[in-house]
Structures are given as C-alpha cells and as structure tokens.
C-alpha cells in the first residue's frame, strides 16, 4: 500500500515557478519499487499526464508541453518525489496529483490506469 499526500500548490504569477511536493508512505515494499507520475487536471478538462519517473531514478518522461520547463526528481531516503515547475504560464493551471505504481521497468507509464495510488491533489493558479 502507499499513501501520497502532495504539497507546495499554490498561486504563482505567470514566468514564475513553484516546487510540488509527494510524500509517499509505503508499506510492505520499499519506495524504490514505484514509479511515480504527476498527472493535472484543469477545470472543465481531462486528466492529463505531465511527467514521471522510475523506480531508480534514472528514467523520466515529459510530455511536450512542459518539456523544458518542467522536471521531476525524487529523493528516496525521504520517500519524496518533487515537481519543479518553472517559466508558468496561466494553462498550467490545475489540480496536480501524484500517482505510484509498483513497476521495475525502466520504462514509465503515462496512462493513469496503470497507476494504482492517488494523492489528493494540489491546487496550482497561475496569474497572467
């Protein structure tokens, strides 16, 4: 089971950046079993997928509309992925959620079935 409580939403003026935060509370496995995504929802849209990362790290993948602006990185002697979000603009505005799913691969999904934890989501308002 894992347990994913997100922080740092909050409002950004555009050009601005802001860090997510995931806390990830495991149990049964070690928090280098999950690959962890972050996925955002905008009002009156689809959830979306934005980026992820695998279980060692050393493989992520961005989707095109934050490439280069967004990164994500993971710090597992404290059981916490980061979203670094930079140069905002206002469409990056949206509920952002992490999601775990247990995957050794050193590929990572950006299909949110394939993940099996949600956090709760963090809100992030981006002025123009």
């Known amino acids: 089971q894992v347990q994913l409580v997100e922080s740092g939403g909050g409002l950004v003026q555009a050009g601005g950046s802001l860090r997510l935060s995931c806390a990830c509370a495991v149990s049964g496995r070690t928090f280098n079993s999950y690959a962890v995504a972050w996925f955002r929802q905008a009002p009156g849209k689809e959830r979306e997928f934005v980026v992820a990362?695998?279980?060692?790290?050393?493989?992520?993948y961005t989707t095109n509309s934050v490439k280069g602006r967004f990164s994500i990185s993971r710090y597992d002697a404290e059981n916490t992925v980061y979203l670094h979000m930079n140069s905002l603009m206002p469409e990056d505005t949206a509920v952002y959620y992490c999601a775990a799913d247990l995957n050794y691969s050193d590929h990572v999904s950006r299909l949110d079935y394939d993940y099996d934890f949600w956090g709760q989501g963090a809100q992030v308002t981006v002025s123009s």
């Open positions: 990362i695998n279980w060692s790290g050393l493989g992520t």
